[in-house]
């Protein structure tokens, strides 16, 4: 069964600073890996999108890498900003093409970021 | 591209009710998923459909817990008899299968509160 935990549960920084989030899994038999954000009260935003093949993306001030043989990924953030407090999620992806659990995401229980000014 | 759209946004409810949640996924995504959200927890699926088909509901509290997606297009999920545990955001997503690579569009959940 596949176990998705992220470090560290809440992270208070004050604006300008590099941060990174933290993301492991316990199966590498990922087929992709996705970073999301979550505004309170709102839904999830898709941030990143690695596929298993990939090592890493890039969006912005964001940075997503995948280390899938040690079951690890990270989400880099630049220069943050006040803007950017939100609770961050990672979700793996099965990589099985058949069965009852294709395509499902399974989450971490999410970090909270929170940038003052 | 227009999102997922979810109904009511809000819903407080006595224990032992019931209650219903609505969705209607991207135009012409065939996959659609209901996730359970407990505060301070990820999102646990809850149910996947392909098509108007069920993939997976194997962690459906199937006893009180009801989905069906007629057409293939909206989804309800339904509650009959809640209980207080069942305190959660809903959030329904969707997929594309034609675009194996692209990830998940979430829609803004429904905030269930059973008192």
């Known amino acids: 069964k596949q176990e998705v935990t992220q470090i560290p549960a809440a992270l208070s920084v004050p604006e300008g600073e590099n941060l990174v989030l933290n993301c492991s899994f316990t199966?590498?038999?990922?087929?992709?890996l996705q970073w999301f954000r979550q505004d309170p009260g709102k839904g999830l935003t898709s941030l990143l999108l690695?596929?298993?093949?990939?090592r890493e993306q890039t969006s912005g001030r964001l940075n997503a890498s995948l280390d899938k043989s040690s079951g690890r990924s990270t989400l880099y953030i630049a220069a943050s900003q006040p803007g950017d407090s939100a609770t961050y999620l990672c979700a793996v992806r099965k990589s099985s093409a058949g069965g009852t659990s294709y395509g499902k995401l399974t989450f971490g229980q999410g970090t909270i970021l929170t940038v003052h000014p | 591209e227009a999102g997922v759209a979810q109904s009511p946004r809000y819903k407080i409810i006595e224990k032992r009710q019931s209650v219903a949640f609505w969705c209607n996924p991207i135009s012409g995504h065939a996959t659609l998923y209901w996730y359970q959200q407990i505060l301070g927890q990820g999102p646990k699926l809850l149910i996947q459909f392909q098509n108007n088909g069920v993939v997976d509901d194997s962690q459906l509290p199937k006893d009180r817990f009801s989905a069906e997606r007629l057409k293939g297009v909206d989804s309800t999920l339904k509650i009959q008899p809640a209980k207080l545990e069942d305190s959660a955001v809903y959030l329904c997503?969707?997929?594309?299968?034609?675009?194996?690579?692209?990830?998940?569009?979430f829609g803004s959940g429904t905030r269930l509160t059973v008192v």
């Open positions: 690695i596929q298993s093949s990939q």
């Open positions: 997503a969707s997929r594309s299968l034609d675009r194996i690579d692209y990830g998940y569009t």
């Open positions: 199966d590498s038999a990922i087929y992709n």
